[in-house]
């Protein structure tokens, strides 16, 4: 069990503001995970590269005491090919032991049509380089999934960009990561 704020929808100065960082360490200090919605460009604002630079980075730094997990791999521009500053800020924020990556969806931000393994394996590549299977976790992101692959594609991909994997480290990402995060037990 844990929280979750969808922050690309609302001003990037929510998540700057003292009471919504004093909300999120409560929290923290009830040893709760927070996930964190933000879009690949407040990633870089996260780490330094964009206009908005801070929001992601900045409020990992500043709640540091807890869980936080960064849903949909960041939501990388695919589509875009914007690659290297994703990347970057992906990098910067796995550098904080204290933040999860979870590995949902992405397919939905592909081209129309193009979400494929090929397409997708250097974006997972970099994440699973970036932060480890022991800090990863798999989601389906239903029903946006539907935007690219739909479930039965992204399951597919997943365990075929994953099929190099050690079966321990297959397991971390699947479940593992996810029932030691949210303390799911029971299944």
């Not at 800090?135 to 597919?156: E, F, H, I, K, Y």
Request: charged content about 15%; hydrophobic content about 50%; glycine content about 10%.
């Amino acid at each position: 069990m844990g929280y979750r704020r969808i922050l690309h929808v609302v001003p990037d100065g929510l998540s700057q503001s003292a009471g919504f960082r004093a909300n999120l360490r409560a929290i923290g200090r009830r040893g709760l995970p927070f996930d964190l919605c933000f879009l690949a460009r407040q990633l870089p604002i996260a780490c330094f590269l964009a206009r908005q630079l801070g929001v992601a980075l900045d409020l990992a730094r500043a709640c540091d005491e807890m869980v936080l997990v960064l849903d949909h791999c960041g939501v990388p521009d695919i589509a875009g090919g914007a690659f290297d500053g994703w990347a970057r800020g992906i990098s910067d924020l796995a550098a904080l032991p204290h933040v999860i990556c979870k590995l949902s969806g992405i397919s939905a931000y592909c081209a129309p049509g193009s979400a494929s393994l090929a397409t997708l394996r250097p974006w997972v590549d970099h994440v699973l380089a970036s932060f480890g299977p022991e800090r990863m976790l798999w989601g389906s992101d239903w029903p946006v999934v539907n935007l690219g692959a739909g479930l039965p594609g992204w399951t597919s991909i997943t365990a075929e960009v994953l099929a190099d994997l050690s079966v321990a480290e297959r397991h971390a990402i699947a479940q593992g990561t996810a029932r030691r995060v949210y303390r799911l037990s029971g299944f």
